[in-house]
């Protein structure tokens, strides 16, 4: 196995860091899956043994790279795997904001390493200095590769497009010191309601006119324990109750330059949070509801 990739536009290795360092926020470990075309960061749940990735991120290399060269394992099996510690990378390329030039390889050391090249310029000559990472990984064997395939979801029931993260962000952090669940609603006419319980308070945000990109309803409340609000049609509401720290996590990628974060939801069952940006960066992080 080969690879090597050549990073030289500082906006690419920017956004590049970023996405890293949020990655390293979401897990302490992740799985790097080089193919032709495209560089996936891949994280599943701890200690869970073999379930659905909770995170896909999907980066394309033309995009990001100069060069990119890689050769697999033979013609049948061309990717790969690669388990490393996310931190690890985040801090090594925490220099990329002021770095002229990455080169990332494949080598083999004391053990298989990814080993980060960079190249820095000099304060004090215009000469420029060279700063060199070995990070230790583990090269996933084959017969592990069906684990980290990009998770195949039901239907949603509603896709809304998300307010500002930053916003959105400080209003769960606010939320979650009051409970450990936030109910994550979300209505056909555009309203987001996130909402937290308390046997001393109920507290509710709600942000209007946000673009609905699909709704599958009516919703059969049924059996719902939700709350029915004036004047609104609940066939048109779906919801979903969640872990309020992976939700406020997720809002950490406002880092990165992006151009759209949608919410999907399937009912009472999953939350989908998908993340694009301009350069075809696609970042998901799936949430299972919970359900009592």
Known sequence: M????VMIDTG???EFSNIVTTISKLSKECVMRLSDDKLYFIVSEDNSGPTPPVLWCEIPQDMFFSEYQMIGIDEDHKDIYLGVVSANLARSLMTLKSAKCLKIKLTKKQCPC?????EMPSSTSQQTRQVTHDIPVIVVPRKLWSEFQEPRVPQP????????LKQLRTTVD???????EIVIRASSEGRLTLQIKTSMAKVSTRFKDLRVEAFEGPIDHS???????TNEDMS??????????????FLSADQISHNQTMCSIVHKKLIILCLQT?????????ITGIVY
């Open 223 to 229: 059996d719902s324990e939700t709350e029915s609000q």
């Open 12 to 14: 690419p290795m920017r």
């Open 114 to 118: 990814l080993t980060l090249e960079i």
């Open 174 to 180: 606010r939320m979650r010191t009051m409970s450990p």
């Open 236 to 249: 048109n509401v779906c919801y979903c109750r969640v872990d309020a720290k992976k939700f406020s996590i």
């Open 2 to 5: 080969k690879f090597r990739a």
């Open 278 to 286: 301009e350069e075809n960066v696609k970042l998901q992080f799936f």
């Open 157 to 164: 029931d509603i896709s809304i497009e998300l307010p500002t």
